[in-house]
């Protein structure tokens, strides 16, 4: 669906201002076409009265639901990392845009400051990431609206080349590790 995507991305705040979203100076269908299987992982983030009790504010809750995702976001980059040292003919992909550092260079025409740590999102290659949550991971996707929805799902995958199920045991074992993200 990567021209449903790709629109959808031309309205976000990080399109051509992070880069780890589009425009690409590459064709997303050749990348695509490198890989031939994905091993998909979702994480899903609950939130306990007691972290919403103390959100009285659309500050407090930005605030927080932002320091949730980069928490997570930063121990799921570590993962697939270290995934891709093990396989280094595959490639991690993260959920959502890069948030390593405060404000993106490519929003000054700059290069990245640190090369290699950015993981392009399912979506911005222009896969559906609701279906892939709910059809294919059990986890229906919930949006913020007036309030913390009850969880968040982060989406991420890892291309291979093969068929190796060698790649999903290591990353089950990985996020097993992963405090607060039990199987």
């Excluded at 589009?22 to 997303?28: K, L, N, R, W, Y």
């Excluded at 994480?43 to 927080?64: C, F, G, I, M, R």
């Excluded at 932002?66 to 930063?74: M, Q, T």
């Excluded at 929003?107 to 950015?118: L, M, N, V």
Aim: aromatic share 10%; hydrophobic share 40%.
């Amino acid at each position: 669906f990567s021209d449903k995507f790709l629109a959808l991305c031309q309205e976000c705040r990080n399109y051509g201002a992070n880069w780890a979203c589009p425009p690409f100076d590459f064709d997303v269908s050749k990348f695509l076409l490198g890989y031939g299987h994905a091993c998909l992982f979702g994480v899903k983030v609950t939130h306990s009265a007691n972290d919403l009790s103390p959100l009285d504010t659309n500050e407090k809750t930005k605030e927080y639901v932002g320091k949730i995702f980069k928490d997570v976001n930063a121990a799921l980059l570590k993962l697939l990392h270290e995934v891709e040292k093990l396989f280094p003919e595959g490639v991690g992909v993260s959920a959502g845009g890069c948030g390593v550092c405060p404000s993106c260079a490519r929003k000054d025409s700059a290069p990245c400051r640190i090369p290699g740590t950015p993981r392009h999102s399912l979506e911005s290659l222009g896969f559906d990431v609701g279906l892939i949550s709910d059809e294919l991971l059990g986890m229906r996707l919930l949006w913020m609206k007036d309030s913390i929805p009850e969880y968040h799902v982060l989406v991420n995958a890892f291309f291979t080349k093969a068929d190796d199920a060698a790649v999903g045991v290591e990353i089950e074992s990985r996020l097993g590790r992963l405090i607060g993200c039990p199987l």
